[in-house]
């Protein structure tokens, strides 16, 4: 009965595991760089690209000035009016979730990812599914995903 117990908690705590790490909309990249390294390629990328930074957060050097630890945690905003524009005219709601965002972090395992919102969710989201820009801001954040993990170690 102990171990029967052990197994139905085990169970539930991996699910819920999961669970998190499996928000909703989110698409999460392994990366093998670490993550000051994931996110500086990404952001070279981007600016490669011709998109504008609007800023680069450091959520553990935030933590650090009010006496706490976070693992490595980044996010950066970044767009265009190019990309964002077509998208926020399909329901100008998207623009709450707009500029786009990275986010690199590092896991309890010692796993980085990188993380972003899939437009195509976003687009469900505002009950605009069938706006063209959302397939277009997907296959871009892939593509910015893909080249800075790649050739990794």
Excluded at 76 to 96: D, K, R, S, W
Aim: hydrophobic content about 45%.
């Amino acid at each position: 009965m102990k171990k029967l117990s052990l197994l139905i908690v085990s169970c539930f705590v991996l699910i819920n595991i999961s669970t998190v790490w499996a928000a909703e909309g989110l698409i999460t990249l392994k990366s093998s760089y670490a993550p000051e390294e994931t996110m500086n390629r990404f952001e070279a990328i981007a600016k490669k690209k011709g998109l504008n930074i609007f800023a680069r957060i450091n959520h553990a050097a935030g933590a650090a000035k009010i006496g706490k630890t976070l693992r490595p945690t980044e996010v950066l905003i970044f767009g265009n009016p190019q990309g964002g524009t077509p998208f926020i005219e399909c329901a100008q709601t998207v623009g709450i979730d707009l500029p786009l965002k990275v986010l690199v972090w590092e896991d309890t395992a010692g796993q980085v990812w990188l993380g972003y919102n899939d437009p195509i969710y976003l687009a469900k989201r505002h009950g605009v599914s069938e706006c063209p820009a959302a397939g277009k801001l997907n296959k871009a954040l892939a593509g910015l995903s893909a080249a800075a993990l790649a050739g990794a170690k």
